[in-house]
């Protein structure tokens, strides 16, 4: 290794002399004069980072040497490494180093790194200090010692402060304090002006100046100061943030873009320097971005209520609601009430069908004309489709205050309407009368009249929209429509060939030209006209929906479907054409046809409402209730409160006898749509559990004729059999099951009979009952329950005429394996008995019936196997366990028998005296 064969190969870049010095660190022997030699001379040629090697090997050479680390600290100073500074400007201070030309620097470097406390240690009048130099040493010691509240100090230091001799601008700032210091800021001011007059690029002015202005109010001088600052210390970081932050506050956002992007150089994650870009981005319309800084300033732990509203506000902007719902939510408890900020959060929460939420936040605006009426109608609308009239009738009332325009008057109305709120034609009226022009609310308007009945309005409104668009077809339509359901068939005629010579008839103008022809009896021609129309417009859902309707009633559907079928299979994109057609196979009792259709539709929330309704209906139908269940869950969660869905899952949960969920879900669904026929359905689900008091506080408050319907007379038998009155519970179970013959009916009927003391009367209605409905297996099993007493083979036939419904029926097979067995028909006993066993392998009552029959067969060890398998479980039953007992003891397993008598306590007089016998006949 030589010196010279290395400086060849390595060139003279900085990187290249850090190498090459510590390479030759360890193999030469330059001494700390060297070392400091060529550190003065990397320092002349700005090769800062050489030069602070070479001054580190000085200091190793020479540990004790004052030069070298006074040297490197006043490099490290001009780096604005203060806080390296102020170690090695101590380190040179205590070997011996001058204090005079030390402390200048450690107190810039003490100054600049906010160490205070050392700062106000610090001798300003060292010996060999110029009268400059202390001014400024102790201007800073000055501001350290208010910094720390030392007030009496300070003043005491201004006041030997004062005696210095000398014209520096430093004196001037020291005479500027008398000022800070009695809070006197308008003096300060006036003082601190004047200085920068004499020294307009010294920081320290500048700062002092920039902070007063601050102080008092007046950020756009502050910001100019700063931005000279800036300007002549580019490199000053902490002022460069101020500064960033001052022009954010005043808005000054042009100038802030390149402070703040520089900054971001240095640190792309810092938190504050992110929120300031999204402001910016946000400002220059750029909100994706703004959005993206912002979120960044989240994930870094900046989430005031500030950066929240400036990222909701931008993703709003974007449409991306589901962040703007995010962000927004985080700060709306702490904004004030009618803030933008809420409209934007609820019309997000809106976009995403967050429709209850948002009707919480909207609970909060007051609502201004022009600017919430749309909002609130949007609301009332989602709410309403959703089946929520109670959220939906508030945000109606909300929008009736700021609804002005006619189309915000045209919205309303139709929700009004949709609400059963009559008002709803006044405001349709107000916006035909401010918007004439207006096809939507002039349509609008004429469906409501028709719609209430109202047809010399309707008609009066078709003419004036008439007269006024002489060339639109549409009011001649409706004139003709009107002119149909009043049997003035020949006006009609007229008004639909004026309409169809305008060239904005198209389709309607034939729909309403066939329907005509049906209103006059003239099916043949109306069927002939419609199919005209087919054969050049073979996928039309409403020409073929009017086609199948005309074919349905001559019985000859099968044209119709057939033709729907082949348009479906060439276009099975089209819903609207898959619908109608499942409803086609639907009414022509091809349930499994139309199952198969709607089983490839998942639903969601773009699905019309017909498919949801079709569908459910179907899968009830077809008594798939699994399909059945998953649907209309799936149905709920988009449509919660939909009146449609809710009784399809009521009827789910009522067979299922669920009747605790149904009262769940009856009451979840009332609480935001109130509703007679749900009501009503409470009391139904209240009786279902044996609570009468809540149901009767239902049906005492219907009408009388309510009272009468024979469903609630249902409720209200069950409630007397519930208070223990069955005589009153008669005559109503009788009027329930005379509208509805159903099982449920039956069996409440025989209740009411039996504890009214009718017994012959309920088992002869059960037996009628059961000969006229035999799919009705719950009643057919109790009727073969009281046969048992009466007629033995009568209940073995039922139980057998059972059976061919349902051949699992656990219990009807075990009661009539014990019956054969009672018979001493064996074979037919032990087939029942197994069949019984192998659905319910650990029902002790069927494992007994086998073992008895096993026993009667002489197979008394193929008995005691089945005994030994339900052993081990609690045998609730004491003659099963007898049973077991008895069966131990004829095998002469006396042991075993003796611990499970007395391992048993038995309840009843009849199982106390077996077990005595047992024990006695075998002397156990």
Avoid at 43 to 67: M, R
Avoid at 287 to 308: C, F, M, P, T
Avoid at 330 to 351: E, T, Y
Avoid at 737 to 766: I, W
Wanted: charged share 25%; with cysteine.
């Amino acid at each position: 290794m030589t010196k010279q064969r290395t400086n060849k190969l390595i060139k003279r870049t900085t990187l290249a002399v850090m190498l090459t010095s510590a390479l030759l660190s360890g193999c030469s022997e330059k001494s700390m004069e060297s070392h400091l030699a060529d550190a003065r001379n990397y320092a002349s040629q700005q090769q800062l980072d050489a030069a602070i090697v070479e001054y580190k090997n000085a200091i190793q050479k020479g540990p004790t040497a004052a030069e070298p680390r006074f040297e490197l600290g006043k490099l490290y100073l001009q780096q604005n490494n203060y806080v390296a500074a102020e170690k090695e400007l101590n380190k040179a201070m205590d070997l011996g180093h001058p204090v005079s030309q030390v402390i200048p620097l450690l107190s810039v470097a003490y100054q600049q790194s906010g160490a205070e406390n050392a700062l106000a240690e610090v001798d300003y009048r060292a010996e060999g200090m110029t009268a400059v130099e202390s001014a400024e040493v102790g201007f800073y010691k000055l501001q350290a010692l208010m910094q720390l509240g030392k007030k009496e100090e300070a003043q005491a230091l201004l006041a030997d402060l004062s005696t210095l001799d000398t014209s520096s601008v430093y004196k001037g700032l020291i005479d500027s304090y008398a000022f800070v210091l009695e809070n006197d800021m308008e003096g300060a001011l006036a003082a601190t002006e004047a200085l920068r007059e004499q020294a307009p690029t010294n920081k320290d002015v500048l700062q002092q100046l920039a902070k007063i202005y601050l102080q008092n109010g007046e950020p756009e001088k502050a910001a100019e100061v700063y931005g000279v600052y800036v300007s002549q210390f580019p490199d000053d970081v902490t002022s460069k943030f101020a500064y960033a932050a001052l022009l954010i506050e005043i808005r000054d956002l042009d100038n802030a873009q390149p402070i703040v992007d520089d900054l971001l150089v240095l640190n792309e994650n810092h938190p504050l320097l992110n929120t300031f870009k999204g402001i910016i981005e946000s400002a220059n319309e750029n909100y994706a971005k703004a959005l993206e800084h912002l979120e960044i300033a989240v994930q870094n732990g900046r989430s005031d209520q500030v950066v929240r509203l400036v990222a909701g506000f931008s993703a709003y902007q974007i449409q991306d609601f589901e962040a703007a719902q995010r962000h927004l939510t985080m700060v709306a408890s702490s904004l004030p009430d009618n803030h933008p900020g809420l409209r934007m959060l609820a019309d997000s929460m809106l976009q995403l069908g967050e429709n209850d939420e948002a009707l919480e936040v909207l609970a909060r605006v007051e609502g201004e004309q022009g600017v919430d009426a749309a909002l609130f109608s949007k609301a009332s609308y989602q709410l309403l489709r959703e089946g929520n009239v109670i959220g939906a009738q508030q945000m109606v009332e909300k929008s009736e205050g700021v609804s002005t325009t006619a189309e915000d008057l045209s919205r309303l109305g139709v929700l009004q309407l949709s609400l059963n709120d009559i008002d709803g034609l006044v405001n349709l009226e107000q916006a035909v009368e401010q918007a004439p022009e207006s096809v939507t609310s002039q349509a609008t308007l004429l469906r409501a009249y028709i719609a209430t009945n109202q047809l010399e309005k309707a008609k009066s409104a078709a003419k004036e929209w008439h007269e006024a668009s002489p060339q639109t077809a549409a009011p001649l339509i409706y004139l003709g429509n009107i002119a149909t359901a009043e049997g003035a068939y020949q006006e009609a005629a007229q008004y639909f060939d004026k309409a169809s010579a305008l060239d904005d008839a198209g389709n309607e103008i034939t729909y309403s030209r066939t329907k005509l022809l049906v209103a006059e009896g003239k099916k043949d021609n109306a069927e002939a006209f419609i199919r005209t129309f087919i054969d050049k417009n073979p996928s039309d859902v409403q020409a073929l929906a009017l086609w199948f309707a005309l074919a349905m009633e001559k019985g000859n559907a099968d044209a119709v479907i057939n033709h729907a079928q082949t348009q479906f299979n060439e276009n099975k994109s089209d819903v609207n054409l898959r619908l109608l057609l499942a409803r086609m196979y639907s009414l022509n009792n091809q349930l499994d046809k139309t199952v198969s259709l709607l089983t490839a539709v998942e639903g969601d929330e773009s699905s019309p409402q017909a498919f949801w309704n079709l569908k459910g209906q179907a899968l009830i139908a077809s008594n798939n209730v699994n399909d059945a269940t998953a649907f209309f869950d799936r149905w709920l969660s988009f449509y919660p409160q939909d009146k449609n869905a809710v009784l399809g899952k009521l009827l789910i949960v009522d067979s299922q006898k669920q009747f605790k969920q149904g009262l769940e879900l009856t009451n979840k669904v009332l609480s935001k749509r109130p509703d007679a026929q749900l009501t009503l359905l409470k009391a139904y689900f209240y009786s279902r559990l044996g609570q009468s008091k809540p149901a009767w506080e239902i049906i005492n408050n219907v009408s009388e004729e309510v009272k009468s319907l024979p469903f609630v007379r249902g409720v209200i038998a069950r409630l007397h059999l519930i208070d223990k009155v069955p005589e009153q519970a008669v005559d109503h179970a009788k009027a329930a099951y005379d509208a509805t013959s159903n099982s449920d009916n039956a069996l409440l009927l025989v209740a009411a009979l039996e504890m009214s003391g009718k017994k012959e009367q309920a088992f002869s209605f059960l037996q009628k009952h059961v000969n006229t409905h035999n799919n009705d297996v719950q009643s057919a099993m109790l009727l073969a329950e009281r046969q048992i007493g009466k007629d033995r083979a009568a209940a073995i036939d039922t139980y057998e005429l059972i059976l061919t419904k349902t051949p699992d029926n656990f219990v009807v097979l075990n009661n009539l394996a014990y019956l054969a067995f009672e018979d001493k028909k064996l074979k037919r006993a032990e087939e029942l008995a197994k069949k019984a066993v192998s659905l319910q392998r650990e029902n002790a009552d069927a494992v007994d019936t086998l073992a008895q029959i096993y026993i009667a067969k002489g197979e008394k060890a193929e008995a005691l196997k089945l005994y030994e398998q339900i052993s081990t479980a609690p045998i609730a039953n004491d003659e099963v366990y007898l049973n077991h007992v008895a069966l131990l003891l004829e095998l002469d397993k006396k042991a075993l028998a003796k611990r499970r008598l007395a391992s048993r306590e038995f309840t009843s007089e009849a199982a106390k005296q077996r077990a005595e016998s047992l024990k006695q006949q075998y002397g156990v």
